[in-house]
């Protein structure tokens, strides 16, 4: 997984990509009617039903666009809330706000709507013991974003990006010339360039599975694609051997199956796929 550092980088560079992109060479609208001098007040307004995420990227949107913004906080991040309610004010210059109000709210409405699919999906998991991983099938350009709402939303965070993590699919099995000459080659690769990363090996089917097992050093076998059935088989071959994670269009109705096959993990691209934004608003108080 990246550090800290690594990931905070990536989110000031979210920041500043995206105020560059919208503001460009100033925001005309309010400059145009609204003195540099005037102070407001906003709130945050909740016009559906989830999880609320991305209140700690809002607080640093703000505080990258003007220092001089105070925040009052009135709903914690990873709260379930509802209609009509207020997550927090934001007080500063009124430019200031307005400027920062539409990267806040398109972060928070994508995070919200991630982090409430992640819960759905934990709670479905409840008292198994599996987990829930997310996928790189994230919108290009804020992965972090994404993968910070999975966290609050209460799942885990699969590898952040090609660098981090071993993971041999099939495309690199079948490039490689076979699941054994892939394992070597990684391992003698990670030897030579003093890499310490974790190897994650997918498995088409339980003789693939058997194969993967013949070599050690293996964090995880990826499980993709299989019925409830080989599942149980797959799970029951690896034993102790390393971890297991069941993946393939797994849903909000055959989730708990897959878990109750014993995995230690699920992993799901939709969570970051397939959302609809949450309704949220950035209302001036009078």
Known sequence: MISKAQFNSEIEGIISNAIREDVGDG????????????????KLLVKDEGVIAG???AKLVFAHVDPNMKVEVLI?????????????????PSQSILKAERLVL????????IATKTRQFVDL??????????????TPGIRAL????????????????????????DNHIDFAGGITKAINKTKTYLKNTNRDLKIIV????????????????????????????????AVKL????????????????????YALCGVNYISSGALTHSVYNMDLSLKAVN
């Open 146 to 169: 994404e993968k910070w709402a999975v966290k609050i939303g209460g799942g885990e965070n699969h590898r952040f990006a090609l660098y981090d993590m071993i993971m041999l699919k």
């Open 55 to 57: 209140i700690e990227f």
């Open 106 to 113: 398109n972060a928070m409405q994508r995070m919200s709507a």
């Open 238 to 257: 690896i034993g102790n051997q390393c971890l297991t994670e069941s993946s393939g269009g797994i849903n909000e109705k055959t989730i708990r199956n």
């Open 27 to 42: 925001d005309h609208s309010s400059l145009s009617c609204i003195p540099a001098s005037a102070l407001g007040k906003a």
């Open 76 to 92: 914690e991040e990873g709260s379930r809330v509802k209609y009509g309610d207020i997550v927090f004010y934001v007080e500063g």
């Open 202 to 233: 997918e498995a088409r089917n339980l003789t693939e599975i058997e194969e993967i097992l013949q070599s050690d050093g293996i964090y995880r076998i990826l499980i993709d694609n299989f019925n409830y059935e080989d599942t149980k088989k």
């Open 125 to 138: 998991l409840d008292g198994t013991g599996t987990k829930v991983l997310d996928t790189r099938k994230t």
